[in-house]
């Protein structure tokens, strides 16, 4: 149990665009996700928190326009990377944290990261 | 005091050895210390986490041993394994501000055959 996924797993975009990157929890609901950014060999850095069906709080230097993230139901967040530009190349993963008794509320399941390569 | 605190950067153990991981934190609100475990390319797995009301929590070859008066908790991987070798990350949170967790710098363990 205690499954996240996220699509997709890795995307390459040209500069300029958008990209959206989903993040499910499969079989448990999550009123809380986590976004992340990791870059090589480097601990992980929280970009925002997300709760379902309230707008998303992010960290001191996330530029929120530039990462909108939904959180549109118990199950589902997005991220979408807007304007992308070579800088935003990065591995990003999401959490999410349980919400009911079936599982420990403190305990954040981490989805298997997606590869953001911008040209 | 958000911090925590991480070391050795890098490890390396011979096979059947044992692995040990330090961390140390200022907060004295965290009360929540899970330890992740991360191969390339892949999302962190949470391996095991501990509370302040224990000092120790094994699960099978992992342990975490935690002592709250020196703010200091470490996870010892006995009898490593070549298929140990990953990146280790200690975690901690506070139930306020949305449990988020702060991570610790990582290690990177090599277990030699």
């Known amino acids: 149990g205690a499954v996240v996924s996220q699509h997709p797993s890795r995307v390459i975009c040209k500069s300029g665009t958008s990209v959206k990157i989903e993040c499910r929890s499969l079989?448990?609901?999550?009123?809380?996700m986590f976004w992340y950014r990791q870059f090589p060999k480097k601990s992980l850095m929280l970009m925002a928190t997300?709760?379902?069906?309230?707008?998303?709080?992010?960290e001191q230097g996330v530029e929120k326009d530039k990462f909108l993230i939904n959180h549109a139901s118990l199950t589902l967040s997005t991220l979408t990377v807007t304007s992308a530009h070579p800088e935003d190349s990065s591995f990003y993963i999401c959490?999410?944290?349980?919400?009911?008794?079936?599982?420990?509320?403190?305990?954040?399941?981490f989805g298997p990261g997606t590869r953001l390569t911008v040209l | 005091q958000q911090q925590v605190k991480q070391s050795p950067q890098s490890l390396i153990v011979q096979k059947g050895g044992i692995s040990i991981i330090n961390c140390a934190y200022e907060n004295t609100a965290f009360d929540y210390f899970p330890w992740y475990q991360q191969f390339p390319g892949k999302g962190p797995a949470l391996l095991i986490a501990i509370r302040p009301d224990v000092s120790e929590k094994k699960e099978g070859r992992f342990t975490i041993s935690f002592n709250k008066s020196a703010k200091q908790f470490s996870l010892h991987i006995m009898d490593s394994q070549p298929g140990d070798s990953a990146t280790y990350f200690c975690a901690a949170s506070a139930r306020t501000g949305f449990q988020k967790l702060v991570f610790g710098t990582g290690t990177r363990l090599l277990v030699s055959p």
């Open positions: 997300s709760n379902e069906g309230s707008k998303a709080t992010y």
């Open positions: 959490s999410a944290r349980s919400s009911w008794t079936t599982a420990s509320t403190d305990t954040q399941y």
């Open positions: 079989d448990f609901q999550a009123t809380t």
